[in-house]
């Protein structure tokens, strides 16, 4: 099933104005009605919270349900993502008083009562025991939020990939008992995490926490674990308005770089490209969105005025695209005491894809699933029940053995005649019935059987396997036709309009803080208007699409966000624009407010209005326009986008390299958007276009051509 994404609307502060308020919460009932006022963005979730909601309410409907799937083996997440202020901690921890207590200690208080019931249930033949570990990401490094800040290495804990999933080595994990010892270590480790007081929130989180809570239900057949991951994500700050001293800056820019890879990884996802870039960060690398077997909860936090607008559209564009996220829900693989058994799945790391096919489902609202019985497993599987035959057996993978999944019922007509087949050697084989002849029979004779029996075994196996392979066949098929069909349906239901202002934020985000303290980089402003240029030519391309975007109503319910006129926000920060930026002033705001930014722009690409840069164009160009072969040798190594390639040209090491390819993909990102193509689209033509790229400028560039040896 999907990612659910719910949405959670906090309450005004006591610094803001009923006045300012831009969020409507609503169901899908009046879904075309409110789209066809073309004055406003309107977004689906799963569920949308308003302000009135109490943390119980949002825990009932969202969390609780969650437990049982928990404990029946599944993995759960729940993370909650939104910008800075908007309530993301006071969703997961909450307050002191017990109707203030947020998701976790809710969570926690859920656990427990579920053991208990166990344990009674059982007459104590069942125990169940959670232990806790909690940590933070705060500037990219792990930190044991159960250890004192005193103990941190300056590195912070590494991470590990373990059996697909991935993991922090060195990390403390307390067995806790019960609620109240849970509370007091909690509140001990959660005054490790790094929090401080910024414009936008007196007490903001600094870094992604992680509470994990790892549940073990033993009975006398198996042990079972699970983990719930609890993550309260710092959020995304605009630093034109949190005034961040350096430190904060330091803090932010890691902040915004983790959330945009998440973003970027929600969208590669999602337009299942080949490359997810999970490992751009440690934070996405652990919440491992789409990958994560087991159930995923987004708690989407919003601001409803309007000074978070910008924001409030960027996170709920992500929200969008997430909740299009599918995961596999797969049980943990249980441990069973006695006799080892066969491998009933192949290993989580040979399943880690995110978009499979789905074949086993559980929706939260739905009944918990039905936990597979082992002794009927054993029923319809080949015969492993003489270790003779299986050791001598060719050695092939464990997923020849496994259940079909999805197409269960399809496939049941061609199964029939194998399982009658695969009961018939077991009934002949099984060792009951055997053992009590042997000395009867002479050993020629069990030899004969044997080999008999091994032929019929490798007949059965073969058929079982060409089956197999036609009903993957078949099922591929299926699931291609299904994406085909779902892709058309999704296919200019975008809110593109909304997509392009949160490209924008996002490069805005990326731009104030480097204005900030480099106002007078000319090629930095250039470089951030050729990106405006290119996302506005993009936004207007698809304006026309996204107005005849018909509303969708296939979720329950529904956010609506005025598109407040871009003029409204142009006149509201006039001021800070002038502060902050004073090298593009006007570029704070809207779309319209870009129109300015382009001109400017022009006349400062040109190759002469760059002079003080030094002629960049009489290093590559002879006087008939042509390239040189030495910057043509140059260019197309940029062009290649070989990391390894470029980090071996002269002044360029791997970090300037991936930064060169991180920024040509960024504007092949771009023009794809317009052409739909996957291909690399953006090729440098020119050293002048080079010497705009992030990082180098003409000395860079005069380097690294001199450098080449054609
Ligand atoms: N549902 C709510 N009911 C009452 N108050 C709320 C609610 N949500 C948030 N608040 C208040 O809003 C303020 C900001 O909330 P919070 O600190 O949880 O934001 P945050 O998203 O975690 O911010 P940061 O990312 O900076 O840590 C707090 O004063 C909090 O008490």
Redesign the pocket.
Known sequence: MSVRVVA?V??L?KSEREADVILRTGSSANASEKSQRGEEYTFQFNSVYD?EVAQQELFDAEVAPTIKHLFGGFDVTIF?Y??????????MRG?KSLADRGVIPRLLSGIYRRSRKIEKDTEGETTVQVALSYYEIYNDKVYDLFEPPEKRTLAGLPLRDNGGKTVVCGLTEKPCTNLKEFEKLYDQANNNRS?SA?K??????RSHAILGVKITVTSPEKTQVSTASAI?L??SEDNRRTENDKERMVESASINKSLFVLAQCVEAITRKQHRIPYRESKMTRILSLGQNHGLTVMIL?LAPVRSYHLDTISSLSVANRTRKIEVREVENDPIFKGPARPAQRPSLASARQPLRPLTSSVNVNMPAPVMKDPAAKEDTKPLKAFNVYSDRLPNKPATQFRKPEAPKKNSLAAEAPLARALKTPRQTLAPSQLQPNYSDIPVAKIEEMVEKKVEAILAVRAVSEQSRQSQMRELSEKVQRRLELLEQRIEGTEDARAEGLSFLLMAKQHQSPCLATLPHNKKLVSRIAALKERMQDNSSSRHSTSSASPAKSKFGSMLSLNKEPTLTILGKRPAETDVDQPSVAGTDGALSDDEDIFPKYKKRSTAKSRASEGDIDTLDEYEDGSLSPRTRHLLSIINSRDVSQIKLLKGVGVKKAEAIVDCLCEMDHVSNEETGSVQPAFQVGTLAELSTLKGLGFRAVESMRNGVLV
Do not use: E, M, Q, Y
Request: aromatic fraction near 0%.
């Open positions: 959670r906090r309450p502060l302000a909650a939104g910008v800075t202020g908007t309530g993301k901690t006071h969703t307050g929090t910024t936008l929130n007196a007490h903001s989180s309260d710092a959020g936090n």
